[in-house]
């Protein structure tokens, strides 16, 4: 949708969802920077879905660990798909529109959510449309997009709750603004027809600066959002990963609902999610690319890394770990073992933030 500009402007590109995008367009840590105000992104290689029929909500109530039964036009709500042994398929952000319910995936997971939904659809009136190449993605950062959306458009977006979507029209085209920053870095999605594209990117031009992967792969690990292929695995649970805020432990049968509910009630729970600071340069952080590494204390192997970038704010690398709780003890020493190098570490708390409704399913680092 938007290939010429990337090819153009962007560099050393890395794959995400079977598409190539930019690692960065000027640097990584000018777009970071940026993310704080105003910055963008195009994240169409996300996966779109569109579930129809009269059933549509009640199925997929009994495929996911959220509460969505009560959501009204435009209502939305962080789900998870989970299989029979109560680990993850996918996260997704879904809302309600006039007759349809509207998700989007992880990366390169449309078909998989897709096949999972059919896999359970037996006389209900339910069909599921893969719309991934009908519409691009932008998405906002940064405190002042809500604003940067006004100037450019008209639209005033600046008290939609969170998860939330609204239809906006600029230009006689209409696009669906909703409110993120659950499971992702971001403020606002802006879901566009894939022809209007280059046209709400160009106008944005002005306001946001373009950001790269590299640069949104940080924010996320300092937010501590668990990503799918890197803490969301088929090797971990919800709770494991940090996804407990998107299980509603009050609602009936699910798939694998019966292994989540053992797990809390019984506090079966044997991992968390942690981040962990650690002493490595700039240029090691990105070699050491390889994932998962492994964490030691002492010689007695504790857990993962599963995530990691380098943070100038930290003054060293920063990353998210999956650790055995018997063995978590903040602020010790640590070290990940690379076949190549050991790097020194400690583990840091991630603790929901009590003082934002809006986005109290975000984490935050703990400050020492």
């Not at 009136?125 to 008209?154: N, W």
């Not at 209007?196 to 959002?225: C, D, N, V």
């Not at 700039?282 to 192997?301: D, F, H, K, T």
């Amino acid at each position: 949708m938007l290939t010429e500009f990337h090819q153009n402007h962007g560099r050393a590109f890395v794959e995400a969802g079977g598409v190539q995008i930019p690692a960065y367009y000027e640097s990584a840590g000018g777009e970071f920077r940026a993310a704080q105000t105003a910055a963008m992104m195009d994240r169409s290689f996300i996966g779109k879905l569109r579930v129809l029929g009269k059933d549509r909500e009640s199925l997929l109530h009994r495929l996911t660990t959220n509460e969505m039964r009560h959501l009204k036009i435009s209502g939305g709500v962080v789900n998870i798909f989970t299989n029979a042994k109560g680990r993850v398929v996918d996260v997704v952000e879904m809302f309600v529109e006039a007759d349809s319910i509207f998700l989007l995936t992880s990366p390169g997971r449309a078909a998989l959510v897709k096949g999972w939904i059919e896999k359970y659809t037996f006389i209900e009136d339910v069909r599921s449309e893969e719309v991934t190449s009908h519409y691009g993605v932008i998405s906002l950062f940064g405190a002042e997009s809500a604003a940067r959306l006004h100037q450019v458009f008209g639209w005033d977006v600046h008290d939609l709750p969170a998860q939330q979507a609204r239809v906006c029209v600029w230009d006689g085209q209409a696009v669906v603004v909703q409110r993120s920053g659950a499971i992702a870095p971001v403020d606002f999605n802006l879901i566009v027809p894939a022809a209007e594209m280059k046209k709400f990117w160009a106008s944005l031009l002005a306001q946001a600066t373009p950001l790269g992967f590299a640069a949104y792969e940080r924010l996320r690990i300092h937010r501590g959002l668990p990503a799918v292929g890197k803490e969301i695995t088929d090797e971990y649970n919800p709770h494991e990963v940090g996804l407990y805020p998107f299980i509603d432990f009050e609602k009936g049968c699910y798939i694998g609902q019966e292994v989540i509910a053992r797990l809390d009630t019984y506090q079966k729970v044997q991992r968390q999610l942690f981040g962990i600071e650690l002493e490595i340069d700039e240029n090691q952080a990105s070699r050491l690319a390889s994932m998962p590494a492994p964490i030691y204390a002492g010689e007695q192997l504790i857990g993962q890394l599963t995530s990691l970038c380098f943070s100038p704010e930290r003054g060293g690398g920063l990353g998210l770990a999956v650790i055995r709780k018997q063995f978590a003890a903040p602020a010790d020493p640590v070290q990940v073992r690379w076949p190549e190098h050991t790097a020194a570490g400690k583990l840091q708390i991630l603790s929901l933030n009590p003082n934002n409704l809006n986005e109290q399913s975000k984490f935050l680092w703990k400050q020492n």
